[in-house]
Antibody, heavy 122, light 107 residues
Framework: EVQLLESGGGLVQPGGSLRLSCAVSGFTFSTYAMGWVRQAPGKGLEWVSS????????YYADSVKGRFTISRDNSKNTLYLQMDSLRAEDTAVYYC???????????????WGQGTLVIVSS | AIRMTQSPSSFSASTGDRVTITCRAGQGISSHLAWYQQKPGKAPKLLIFGASTLQDGVPSRFSGSGSGTDFTLTISCLQSEDFATYYCQQYHSYPITFGQGTRLEIK
């Protein structure tokens, strides 16, 4: 069974940093692109970032470019999102998600993790 | 960024109804469109990709159509478990963008 488990969320002050992790199991992590999508409370879905299977290709939403960094450790089956210079508008549930098909970055995601809540507030 | 606009934003329907949700892209995206279902407090679930390809395990009462700028998600016979919020998503170009969502409620 494919499983994705996010961790690392919490309360952080504006300007602070957090690193989210997504531990995966049940599939060959190193052959799939991955992504992060967030959802502010009561709002819709917003794509944040994607990364190729080998980590060589990364893509970001304009709203996080230069502040967030996506990475992966294929030896640990773990996806990361380093979030710096956090703002109140970054408050959201952050989901990691697996690309449906192997090897290329397709950006249609299934399944998703259960999400981890990030609150940016003083 | 390609703007994705769904209509309606919300509506009520009854079990057994046939419902259609529309998604319009601000520019042509070929068939690079996915549909997701999200229930309260849960992660989204992929229903359709490539505008019309049903993901494994998704009931056949769900169908998608369209290409270019206009797309539809149809549920042929609503079941109680289908009441949820639906999102379209384009993956034609970066940044990846979602529609604002369509909330389907029980009448």
């Amino acid at each position: 069974e494919v499983q994705l488990l996010e961790s690392g969320g919490g309360l952080v002050q504006p300007g602070g940093s957090l690193r989210l992790s997504c531990a995966v199991s049940g599939f060959t992590f190193s052959t799939y692109a991955m992504g992060w999508v967030r959802q502010a409370p009561g709002k819709g879905l917003e794509w944040v970032s994607s990364i190729g299977s080998g980590g060589e290709s990364t893509y970001y939403a304009d709203s996080v470019k230069g502040r967030f960094t996506i990475s992966r450790d294929n030896s640990k089956n773990t996806l990361y999102l380093q979030m710096d210079s956090l703002r109140a508008e970054d408050t959201a549930v952050y989901y990691c998600a697996k690309d449906l098909w192997e090897l290329r970055v397709n950006n249609w995601f299934d399944p998703w993790g259960q999400g981890t809540l990030v609150i940016v507030s003083s | 960024a390609i703007r994705m606009t769904q209509s309606p934003s919300s509506f009520s329907a009854s079990t057994g109804d046939r419902v259609t949700i529309t998604c319009r892209a601000g520019q042509g995206i070929s068939s690079h469109l996915a549909w997701y279902q999200q229930k309260p407090g849960k992660a989204p679930k992929l229903l359709i990709f490539g505008a019309s390809t049903l993901q494994d395990g998704v009931p056949s009462r769900f169908s998608g159509s369209g290409s270019g700028t206009d797309f539809t998600l149809t549920i042929s016979c609503l079941q109680s478990e289908d009441f949820a919020t639906y999102y379209c998503q384009q993956y034609h170009s970066y940044p990846i963008t979602f529609g604002q969502g369509t909330r389907l409620e029980i009448k």
